[in-house]
């Protein structure tokens, strides 16, 4: 059974950026067939997809967040990362990291449970 | 970019009603659609894929339909477990991206 657990700061100051580990378990990252993804969740609102990581390192992003993301992968620990720069109490909001499988239409089938990251000061 | 358009905000039903949630989307997507739920406090839950497979677990009383701009989640006995937010999503893969629709909040009437 696939698990996944984020790890990182729980509070972030503004401007600064967020760093957040997701770790997987039951599951090797770089035996292929999955991306990795990023998605958050403002407080008491819906979903936003960040981005997701194949084990290659190909990345894809949400055009509305992309100039401020970086998605990293680390094979030998099975975790990848996000990094989101110059952040403002906006991007406070609870992160999950997801396995997509890659088939047509992507979807995500394991969650971690999800991390809340306040950003203030 | 394409749009979703969930409804409806919220609902509300009695245990045993059939419960219907509706996605639009803005251009054709084919099947690329799929619904999740989610419970207060924890992860979505991943119910349909592709439109209208069933995730490995899930209980038969949820299904899902459509292709192109119109889909269907339908809950076709509701139980009490059951209370959550449903959410649809789409792939869009010119240029790669993922969008979720609004979400429905769903409370026993």
């Known amino acids: 059974q696939v698990q996944l657990q984020e790890s990182g700061p729980g509070l972030v100051k503004p401007s600064q950026t967020l760093s957040l580990t997701c770790t997987v378990s039951?599951?090797?990252?770089?035996?292929?067939?999955?991306?990795w993804s990023w998605i958050r969740q403002h407080p008491g609102k819906g979903l936003e997809w960040i981005g997701y990581?194949?084990?290659?390192?190909?990345?894809y992003y949400n055009p509305s967040l992309k100039s401020r993301v970086t998605i990293s992968v680390d094979t030998s620990k099975n975790q990848f990362s996000l990094k989101l720069s110059s952040v403002t109490a906006a991007d406070t909001a609870v992160y999950y990291c997801?396995?997509?499988?890659?088939?047509?239409?992507?979807?995500?089938?394991?969650w971690g449970q999800g991390t809340l990251v306040t950003v203030s000061s | 970019d394409i749009q979703m358009t969930q409804s409806p905000s919220s609902l509300s039903a009695s245990v045993g009603d059939r419960v219907t949630i509706t996605c639009q989307a803005s251009q054709d997507i084919s099947n690329y659609l799929n619904w999740y739920q989610q419970k207060p406090g924890k992860a979505p839950k991943l119910l349909i894929y592709?439109?209208?497979n069933l995730e490995t677990g899930v209980p038969s009383r949820f299904s899902g339909s459509g292709s192109g701009t119109d889909f269907t989640f339908t809950i076709s006995s509701l139980q009490p477990e059951d209370i959550a937010t449903y959410y649809c999503?789409?792939?869009?893969?010119?240029?790669?991206?993922?969008?979720f629709g609004q979400g429905t909040r769903l409370e026993i009437k």
């Open positions: 997801a396995r997509v499988p890659m088939v047509v239409g992507y979807y995500f089938d394991y």
């Open positions: 990581i194949y084990y290659s390192g190909s990345t």
């Open positions: 999503q789409q792939y869009d893969n010119l240029p790669p991206g993922i969008t």
């Open positions: 592709d439109a209208s």
């Open positions: 039951g599951g090797s990252i770089s035996s292929g067939g999955y991306y």
